[in-house]
């Protein structure tokens, strides 16, 4: 048996004035999941507990099966785990946004898309900065370099007491975009450190050279780092023992690279993937193809949705779906009926609501096809076809279990 999932990030939205009153998976084209939902399961699944964040460190680890109110620390240490970096038990990880802020205002959460060389020049002169004008805090504060905006902060305690604790809460930049920043600095214990790194950054990065490039060249500058999701190392129970075999992630995203390193899986790298909305589509598929040669689960992740609604763009975000049916849905159900019996799981892990631009908790449709799941007589998959399939799947982690036949 084979074993597809498909992760369509933050694709669950409201119905859109600009789009006719339908929600972008109605209103885009989409042959191939609806295909899936005529022979399979649609209904509705909850990712997110109500204690912990809507966003996708939260919601896939549910998705991929485990409990985040049981195994959930932050979003940070996945991303370490990503990049093969282990903490020790008095270590944190902060992740670093590098962002552009301009009259208080969380202008772009990207910097402009920052290239990852760029990002890496940054840090060393914020590295250089912390310790110049907070040397007690440089000796055991160092920035990390990941991949692009998307970076690190890590507190190696060294057997030390840690200056940050479980209360410890901050705002993800994507979640401010367009919005003052002033009431969104961290709070708690270690936020007071964590706003004055942010706030003295500004003058570390803003007469950098590659800050004057960009800025010659009409491209936005990074202005400040911006510090969340801050945690410690999760202790996630191997896939293998859990649920009895081993999975494949592909992706362009760390945090997704981490839960897979966490969970045992293998993290395949495609080139082309790049977690935005140019990403390449069906080399992703091609690549899932390939794997499924020997892996029995593969998953898909794809950014690009959650992308287009923190931008607020209802067209791109039909568009990427409509990519991901035709390009990933489609050519991998094709092959997967061919190749003998399997299953395949589609599902959004968060709504990215395009009014708001920012993650948010609630239901998101499934749909589940293949050996042993009955029709359930939905012919589309969008929201309001799996509000019709009955009572909501709850807690999400549960789906897992579900799809696997583990339940």
């Not at 050279?209 to 999701?229: D, E, I, K, Q």
Request: proline content about 7%; hydrophobic content about 45%.
């Amino acid at each position: 048996m084979k074993y597809l999932i498909v992760i369509p990030d933050g694709a669950a939205d409201a119905p859109q004035a600009a789009l006719g009153g339908r929600t972008p998976f109605q209103a885009a084209r989409t042959p191939h999941l609806d295909a899936l939902a005529t022979r399979g399961r649609v209904g509705l699944v909850n990712h997110v507990p109500p204690s912990l964040p809507p966003g996708s460190e939260v919601a896939c680890m549910s998705l991929l099966g485990y409990d985040p109110l049981a195994f959930f620390t932050g979003r940070a240490p996945l991303e370490a785990a990503a990049q093969g970096i282990a903490l020790g038990p008095d270590d944190w990880a902060v992740r670093c946004n590098l962002v552009t802020i301009r009259d208080q205002t969380m202008e772009d959460f990207t910097a402009g898309h920052i290239t990852t060389e760029e990002a890496t020049a940054l840090l060393a002169a914020a590295q250089e900065g912390l310790a110049r004008d907070l040397p007690e805090v440089a000796a055991t504060w160092r920035f990390v370099p990941g991949v692009s905006y998307r970076n690190l902060l890590l507190h190696r305690g060294g057997g030390a007491a840690a200056p940050l604790a479980a209360d410890l809460r901050a705002t993800p930049p994507h979640d401010l975009m367009d919005k003052p920043v002033v009431d969104d600095f961290p709070r708690g214990t270690g936020s007071r450190l964590l706003t004055e790194i942010m706030a003295r950054s500004a003058g570390w990065l803003e007469d950098h050279p590659v800050n004057r490039a960009r800025l010659a060249a009409g491209l936005r500058p990074a202005t400040h780092v911006w510090l969340w999701g801050a945690g410690r190392a999760p202790a996630m129970e191997p896939f293998q023992t859990k649920y009895g075999m081993f999975g494949t992630m592909i992706t362009a995203v760390d945090l997704l690279r981490g839960l897979a390193a966490l969970a045992g899986w293998k993290r395949l790298e495609v080139p082309g993937a790049t977690g935005y909305l140019d990403t390449d589509y069906a080399a992703k598929g091609r690549a899932a193809i390939a794997e499924l040669a020997t892996a029995d689960l593969v998953c898909v992740h794809v950014e690009a949705p959650d992308e287009a609604s923190h931008q607020g763009d209802a067209a791109a975000k039909v568009k990427a779906i409509e990519e991901i049916d035709e390009k990933i849905v489609g050519p991998l159900a094709a092959h997967l009926a061919a190749a003998g019996p399997h299953r395949i799981l589609v599902c959004p892990d968060h709504p990215t609501f395009l009014a708001t631009k920012t993650h948010s908790r609630g239901h998101v449709p499934f749909v589940m096809a293949g050996a042993g799941i009955d029709a359930c007589g939905a012919t589309t998959y969008d929201e309001v076809s799996a509000a019709g399939g009955g009572a909501a799947l709850e807690p999400g982690w549960k789906l897992m279990g579900v799809f696997l036949d583990r339940a």
